[in-house]
């Protein structure tokens, strides 16, 4: 991918040719006809034409007012827009729908266009689009010339495409360029595509415009839009990661019903997923219910195969439950009591956030202090197993904008990795001159495991003298085993003093212990790493 001029008043062109190139080499076979007619036609307009086009596919809606599209680097655009209507990438109309009318029209362009409503000046928008409407009907001509874009739709194509998702889009290229990003340099090959059917885009983009309408209703507080997308959702896929997708959705249109009361819905809807938290809705439900024995059939099946930890954990307290330890013994007498946790009261003054409170009272203990939560651990990780996690392992890198491989929550990303893994664990005593010279090379380099803007060397190095080789392979498997939920938990502050060294997690008044947070703590404790947690009181 060559890099513009960021500068350059064109970089829009130039971004949009790297994405059209790319699909172009690697899914032309994916295409449409129609899709393939409309690259190859883009390709035979003129540069300014090309531009206005991109401009024009990249406002996100295919309505325009013509006399308000204007761009300096393009000069005059009427020229431009009748080539586009010439190769029919657009048209050039006085007649639109009222809606669209309205929405591209000021309220004093609508009082000259349509004069004859009987209203003052004085009078609000709204009255005028309705008296409008109830004069003119639904369809309206108009005195100023309108631009409708056909096939807007070719975008979302392409974004999905190249990046192998619907969130990102061309905007992603500025931020890279601008060097507000940086990324770490990786091959995209032929073979590393997603998609290999046609039908597997249309269903993502139908998934994804689904997803759309569910963040906006709720957004906009509007659960009865939400719940009107259940008879929209499509039957399971067999690919894989389609059906990942599904399931979320489906997940979070269940969440809806369970919110509204609506329990049986919800759950017939649960029942149709795998995905976390599916099995424990179904048993928190059918608890509500009454129906404590398939509760605890759900229970028992997440104590003898849980999805990861925090499902495990879920279910252990599902399991102690008084209705459900009636029933018999579900909770596997082999998990041991974990032990108390070492935990402490401050009474401190609150006139800063808690978590600033309690390192000023250790910096008065004379401790060096770091506000670190869960960018330590993870840091540590990310810069110890870099090249491990930039592998270039088939379709794990699409497109160069990637924080980390694609398959990082994936069952097999420790599989497919394993050997290199062993390899850099059996080298644990090397994990200062690993991190060292990962921190040094890749420094500001995105990656989703490091906060650069957290992340400092004297952090790092205090850890690394602190904790012994077999404490930090230990956090570092902890955290491969489960790298969707063992990211997060970390205690708040990390803190040295002469050769001692603590974690501590920082509650204030009302604030208790997360589970995942729990699972942190009693980790360390099983690991001879010193961690506490800490209440804090007002200072009266």
Request: charged share 25%.
């Amino acid at each position: 991918m060559t890099q513009p001029d960021p500068l350059s008043p064109y970089y829009y062109h130039h971004n949009f040719q790297n994405l059209m190139d790319l699909v172009c080499e690697r899914d032309w076979d994916l295409l449409t006809h129609k899709e393939r007619h409309w690259l190859t036609t883009f390709q035979q307009l003129s540069f300014k034409a090309q531009c206005l086009l991109v401009r024009l596919l990249m406002r996100r809606h295919d309505w325009f007012l013509a006399g308000s599209l204007h761009y300096d680097e393009l000069g005059e655009t009427p020229p431009l827009l009748d080539t586009l209507a010439e190769h029919q990438f657009i048209s050039l109309t006085h007649t639109a729908p009222a809606e669209v009318v309205f929405k591209l029209l000021t309220k004093t362009q609508l009082m000259a266009a349509f004069p004859d409503t009987g209203l003052t000046k004085s009078a609000p928008k709204s009255q005028w689009q309705q008296a409008i409407e109830d004069l003119y009907g639904n369809t309206l001509d108009s005195p100023y010339a309108l631009v409708v874009c056909h096939q807007p739709d070719i975008l979302p194509v392409l974004n999905l495409l190249y990046f192998g998702n619907s969130r990102q889009d061309l905007s992603q290229f500025v931020v890279a360029e601008l060097g507000i990003q940086h990324f770490e340099p990786y091959p995209i090959r032929q073979a590393d595509r997603l998609f290999e059917h046609r039908s597997q885009i249309n269903d993502w983009l139908h998934l994804s415009a689904l997803n759309e309408i569910l963040w906006q209703a709720r957004k906009n507080k509007q659960p009865k839009e939400v719940l009107a997308l259940a008879p929209c959702l499509p039957a399971p896929f067999d690919w894989a990661p389609l059906e990942r997708k599904r399931q979320r959705l489906v997940n979070r249109i269940a969440r809806e019903f369970e919110r509204q009361d609506d329990l049986s819905t919800a759950l017939s809807l649960y029942q149709t997923t795998t995905q976390p938290p599916s099995q424990e809705r179904c048993a928190r439900i059918l608890i509500k219910q009454g129906d404590i024995k398939a509760a605890a059939t759900i229970i028992a099946t997440m104590l003898q195969a849980p999805h990861d930890e925090e499902e495990l954990d879920v279910a252990y307290r599902l399991a102690k439950q008084k209705p459900v330890r009636a029933l018999g013994r579900l909770v596997p007498s082999a998990r041991a009591k974990p032990a108390t946790l070492p935990t402490e009261t401050l009474a401190l003054p609150l006139n800063q956030r808690v978590e600033k409170e309690v390192a000023d009272y250790y910096r008065q203990q004379g401790w060096e202090v770091w506000f670190s939560e869960n960018s330590l651990l993870n840091a540590l990780f990310g810069l110890f197993f870099w090249d491990v996690l930039f592998l270039p392992v088939r379709g794990a890198f699409l497109n160069p904008f990637q924080r980390g491989p694609r398959d990082l929550h994936s069952d097999d990303f420790v599989a497919k990795r394993q050997t290199l893994i062993d390899k850099r664990l059996a080298e644990i005593d090397r994990a200062r001159d690993w991190v060292a010279q990962h921190y040094q090379q890749k420094h500001g380099i995105t990656n989703e495991w490091v906060n650069w803007s957290v992340i400092e060397w004297p952090l790092l190095e205090a850890a690394l003298v602190m904790l012994t080789d077999t404490q930090l392979r230990a956090c570092f498997q902890r955290i491969l085993f489960d790298r969707r939920h063992n990211r997060r938990g970390h205690p708040d502050l990390f803190m040295c003093r002469g050769a001692s060294y603590q974690w501590v997690e920082v509650k204030g008044p009302g604030d208790t212990l997360q589970p995942h947070q729990t699972r942190w703590l009693q980790f360390f404790q099983q690991h001879e790493i010193p961690a506490k947690v800490t209440y804090v009181t007002p200072d009266q």
